[in-house]
């Protein structure tokens, strides 16, 4: 039609219009595939298919180790926007209550409609049964809320900590509609698979099992600062600052770690 190939194999038609005539005021279709196995047929008779999509990565890595009594969270500050950073200093990591803590890689405008979201459910719960939202209550009112928007998800990936009703230090990991998994650690984001290779060998111990014991809360966050070190060092998309924070049966505590910031 219009002198465009129809039968060769770069002109495949994704959506043709009927009888096969295209409308007059157009020279060529208005949606096609180019698939670059003929270099004959000329760029202006096969037009590429535009494309979009609503999400986007601004990178960054996200850790949790839990501990027998204490939980420890981290995540790095930079927000990037391909190759370039468009913030030094937007935090990935959420408050939801007094022993209860998130963090999020991924997208920062769903991130932050994620963390607005859960704080105001908290905030509903408080009020309705004058108490707050435990950890474990708190893990699945997210894996629910994740799941709600399975058709249109939250484009986060998320970690959750904090403390259960005895005390014990759990952490939470998430895919993007909702499943979770406690875990002792987890870590996600664009430094994920520099991390978790650490983590394995330096919490389970899982490469020197004879050397395997429990780490003190302050031996878990020399640790988490050496493993966003390292992350920094190789990921361009995390760096700048980490936040730390530590959850005790005396509440939460903030400290923030400098980052490579190049």
Same mark, same amino acid.
């Given at each position: 039609?219009?002198?465009?190939?129809?039968?060769?194999?770069?002109? #495949?038609?994704?959506?043709?219009?009927?009888?096969?005539?295209?409308?007059?005021? *157009? &020279? @060529?279709?208005? $949606? %096609?595939?180019?698939?670059?196995?003929?270099?004959?047929?000329?760029?202006?008779?096969?037009?590429?298919?535009?494309?979009?999509?609503?999400?986007?990565?601004?990178?960054?890595?996200?850790?949790?180790?839990?501990?027998?009594?204490?939980?420890?969270?981290?995540?790095?500050?930079?927000?990037?926007?391909?190759?370039?950073?468009?913030?030094?200093?937007?935090?990935?990591?959420?408050?939801?209550?007094?022993?209860?803590?998130?963090?999020?890689?991924?997208?920062?405008?769903?991130?932050?409609? #994620?963390?607005?979201?859960?704080?105001?459910?908290?905030?509903?719960?408080?009020? *309705? &049964? @004058?108490?707050? $939202? %435990?950890?474990?209550?708190?893990?699945?009112?997210?894996?629910?809320?994740?799941?709600?928007?399975?058709?249109?998800?939250?484009?986060?990936?998320?970690?959750?900590?904090?403390?259960?009703?005895?005390?014990?230090?759990?952490?939470?990991?998430?895919?993007?509609?909702?499943?979770?998994?406690?875990?002792?650690?987890?870590?996600?984001?664009?430094?994920?698979?520099?991390?978790?290779?650490?983590?394995?060998?330096?919490?389970?111990?899982?490469?020197?099992?004879?050397?395997?014991?429990?780490?003190?809360?302050?031996?878990?966050?020399?640790?988490?600062?050496?493993?966003?070190?390292?992350?920094?060092?190789?990921?361009?998309?995390?760096?700048?600052?980490?936040?730390?924070?530590?959850?005790?049966?005396?509440?939460?505590?903030?400290?923030?770690?400098?980052?490579?910031?190049?």
């Amino acid at each position: 039609a219009n002198g465009v190939p129809t039968n060769s194999f770069c002109g #495949l038609f994704l959506f043709p219009p009927p009888f096969g005539r295209y409308p007059p005021h *157009t &020279h @060529r279709p208005p $949606m %096609s595939v180019l698939l670059k196995a003929n270099p004959n047929v000329s760029k202006d008779s096969v037009l590429e298919r535009r494309q979009w999509s609503p999400y986007l990565d601004n990178g960054g890595t996200v850790l949790g180790v839990a501990g027998s009594d204490f939980v420890v969270l981290g995540g790095d500050t930079r927000m990037s926007y391909g190759y370039s950073i468009a913030s030094r200093n937007v935090t990935k990591i959420a408050e939801l209550t007094d022993k209860c803590i998130l963090a999020s890689a991924g997208m920062q405008a769903e991130r932050h409609t #994620l963390h607005k979201v859960l704080k105001a459910k908290a905030t509903m719960f408080e009020n *309705t &049964h @004058r108490k707050k $939202m %435990s950890a474990p209550s708190m893990a699945q009112c997210l894996s629910n809320t994740l799941y709600y928007k399975r058709f249109f998800p939250y484009y986060t990936f998320n970690v959750l900590a904090g403390l259960d009703e005895k005390g014990a230090g759990k952490v939470w990991g998430y895919d993007a509609i909702g499943s979770f998994e406690s875990v002792p650690y987890v870590v996600t984001g664009s430094g994920s698979a520099l991390a978790t290779s650490i983590l394995d060998n330096q919490v389970m111990f899982k490469t020197q099992p004879q050397n395997k014991r429990e780490l003190k809360c302050s031996e878990v966050v020399e640790l988490v600062k050496d493993v966003f070190t390292c992350i920094s060092e190789r990921d361009i998309y995390t760096g700048d600052s980490a936040e730390i924070y530590i959850i005790t049966k005396d509440g939460i505590k903030k400290e923030v770690f400098p980052l490579k910031k190049d």
